[in-house]
């Protein structure tokens, strides 16, 4: 039997299916029955949905699943944090320009349904912590701002969203809105893996997907980041998504001893159909075998090497 490393015990119970060809073996997890992964060259990659990770410098460790196009949810969101600081790039401890908040901002604070951060009207807000509260708690009506900002009006910012997404090679990928919150924004993990590895080369994106929580002057209350995994197994970030139609998504970042660029990994279509926590929930459960799974693989690789 292969040694599959210190996640092994803690997180699976029993193999319960194996495939011959190509010996895939689905496993499921202790405190959730319904996450399973199929163990593919000791990645215990997602059963469900799809799945994308590479190696900064490296290449790709490979993907998972059916790459076509799904919801996305609020990774969507790091799109947006994309074309924001291309347009109005920041540098490292810079705040970057006031952005008189709008009433409509303030008004899709009260939205019922969706993750939204309160903001009073005629607040000014520094580029730098919009993008923060965009990111960390998520905030839709905050995506919103920012595109308004940018482009003058959400829809011509959608308009860029596209154009960079085709510059990326993001051929499977369609923005149809700044926050995620439209089922009709879609993507596979391989085209937001290329996202991601083209936004985390900026030092001020990695510094606020890296924050645990966000306390932002003129904005009342302390905002948890919703990627629970952050400081677990290494994990520097990135972004949760989740909706109904969307499942469970992450984009998520790491590190590993002796490695000496980032992880990056996208996980998208976790229990699909259900209650978006749940999903979001399920995608969390799912990430963190992963993650800790490909540290694994990188290591016994560097031992035998």
Known sequence: MRVLGKWWAAAVVAAVVAVV???VVVLRV???????????DGVPWPAEGQAA????????????GEQTPVPIASVAKVMTAYVVLRDHPLAPGDSGPEVVVDRQAEAEAGNDGESTVWVGAGTEV???DLLSLMLVPSGNNIARLLARWDAGSEQAF????????AELGMA??????ASGLEDSTTSTAADQLRLLREVMRDEVFRAIVAQPSVVVRGVPGRYANTNTLLGKHGVVGVKTGSSTAAGGALMWAARAPGVPGLILGVVLGQGVGGPPAAGLATALATCEPL????QEVLARSARDS
Not at 53 to 64: H, M
Not at 172 to 177: E, I, P
């Open 30 to 40: 202790h405190d959730d029955p319904s996450t399973a992964f199929q163990l593919r």
């Open 172 to 177: 499977d990928t369609t923005y149809t809105g």
């Open 126 to 128: 520094s580029e730098r």
């Open 158 to 165: 959608v308009a860029k969203m596209n154009r960079a997404a």
């Open 21 to 23: 060809a190509g010996v």
């Open 291 to 294: 993650v800790e799974g490909v």
């Open 53 to 64: 990770v590479e190696v900064e410098g490296v290449g790709s460790l490979g993907v998972s």
